[in-house]
């Protein structure tokens, strides 16, 4: 039996088994795709956002790409944002990065990796802002591990700076954006405590970041 085949083999055995536990599941999730959250993660395959949160399909709509990174001249992501905002009203939009991650390590070290490296120059930007933090750490490790968290914040800057959520906040549309983060060691989401609920929490929260560029 080729990979491929263990791949369909493996999805007859868990539709069986979803089946026999809840006959209906399939026809119900056929007839609607209400998701409450939308999901920006990174793409390492190690990341599991359905099952890490204990989600079923059809609870979670998912945007990923390497580093989870949203860009502003990304229509993939921008895309995806706006059918969650726009058509499936969901209320919370989570960006979930992970400790040891490669497109992050990568844009650290300036390591070279051939097209992805114009992806990543969107971090090394990020590093380059928060310089005097990252030099203040005390090892290596300690480093990527500070670029992989502030770099989820600013996507949860960048999210909150699209028009998608600046206009549904504008209409009175209740949309909260979150960074967390997931260490693939323990399985464990971490809440990073950034959460943005209107423009004043998006100001808010980019003075703040501001004062940690100069060190303060």
Known sequence: MSKLEK????????????????????????????????WIGCSDSRVMPNAGAGLLPGELFVHRNIANLVV???????????FAVEVLQVEHIIVCGHYGCGGVQAALENTRLGLIDNWLRHIQDVGRDYR?????????????????????????MNAGQTTVVQDAWRRGQTISIHGWIYHITDGIFRDLQVTLDSLEDLNDLGLKMIDKQKGE
């Open 132 to 156: 005097l933090i990252l030099e203040a750490a005390d090892s290596r490790e300690a480093r990527l591990d500070k670029l992989c968290e502030i770099n989820v914040i600013e996507q949860v």
């Open 72 to 82: 502003h001249t990304d229509m993939n992501c921008l895309s995806v944002m706006q």
């Open 7 to 38: 791949l369909l083999a493996a999805n007859k055995i868990w539709a069986a088994q979803m089946k026999e536990t809840d006959a209906p599941f399939f026809e119900r999730l056929s007839e609607l795709q209400a998701p409450k959250f939308l």
